[in-house]
T-cell receptor
Framework: ETGVTQSPTHLIKTRGQQVTLRCSSQ?????VSWYQQALGQGPQFIFQ???????GRGNFPPRFSGLQFPNYSSELNVNALELDDSALYLC????????????FGQGTRLTVV | KQEVTQIPAALSVPEGENLVLNCSFT??????LQWFRQDPGKGLTSLLL?????REQTSGRLNASLDKSSGRSTLYIAASQPGDSATYLC????????????FGKGTKLTVNP
């Protein structure tokens, strides 16, 4: 049990729609990172938030956006969904700048039809 | 650009066997390396974290080593059990952004009773 919770656990959306995924970080952690994991692949880094500011972004288009709130929870928003966005979305929390361990939530399985 | 490779992609062993999973990375300028376990459709469970200044870490039946100069890490599992069956992922934290992990594709381990 990592203390990182994600909601919802499963989601089905239609192509072109918008989706919001949520993550509550582990108590005391100020950094949240989001990853996309396609079937049979390793997770790919989407972006990271540190103390409510974006702190790095991977190779994902602008329709992937995020927020971090004062309590360090976070949201991932995806606009104009495409079929290829179907994946497991993982959130990780850590104590930023400390070279510490990343703790992952159970993920949100997004299916775009 | 950091690339992480895990060999083999899949491994099937009888219960009780000792085994080694391999991870290689192309850029030795890393901050840390983390091994994870992933059960089907689930999130990631952190197994071991090795800082760049360390050579190995141990937890129970697991031992992970790190050779930064050669760009290699190994995860040794002693006396394997059916409950160890899962996909094992290796991730490196690049220097300057230690929580922005770069993952391999994983090794799918099956331990047969």
């Amino acid at each position: 049990e990592t203390g990182v919770t994600q909601s919802p656990t499963h989601l089905i959306k239609t192509r072109g729609q918008q989706v919001t995924l949520r993550c509550s970080s582990q108590s005391g952690h100020n950094t949240v990172s989001w990853y996309q994991q396609a079937l049979g692949q390793g997770p790919q880094f989407i972006f990271q938030y540190y103390r409510e500011e974006e702190n790095g972004r991977g190779n994902f288009p602008p329709r992937f956006s995020g927020l971090q709130f004062p309590n360090y929870s976070s949201e991932l928003n995806v606009n104009a969904l495409e079929l290829d966005d179907s994946a497991l979305y993982l959130c990780a929390s850590s104590l930023g700048g400390q070279g510490g361990e990343a703790f992952f939530g159970q993920g949100t399985r997004l299916t775009v039809v | 650009k950091q690339e992480v490779t895990q060999i083999p992609a899949a491994l099937s062993v009888p219960e009780g066997e000792n085994l080694v999973l391999n991870c290689s990375f192309t850029d030795s300028a890393i901050y840390n390396l983390q091994w994870f376990r992933q059960d089907p459709g689930k999130g990631l469970t952190s197994l071991l974290l090795i800082q760049s200044s360390q050579r190995e870490q141990t937890s129970g039946r697991l031992n992970a080593s790190l050779d930064k100069s050669s760009g290699r890490s190994t995860l040794y599992i002693a006396a394997s059990q059916p409950g160890d069956s899962a996909t094992y992922l290796c991730a490196v934290g690049p220097r300057g952004g230690s929580e922005k992990l770069v993952f391999g594709k994983g090794t799918k381990l099956t331990v047969n009773p």
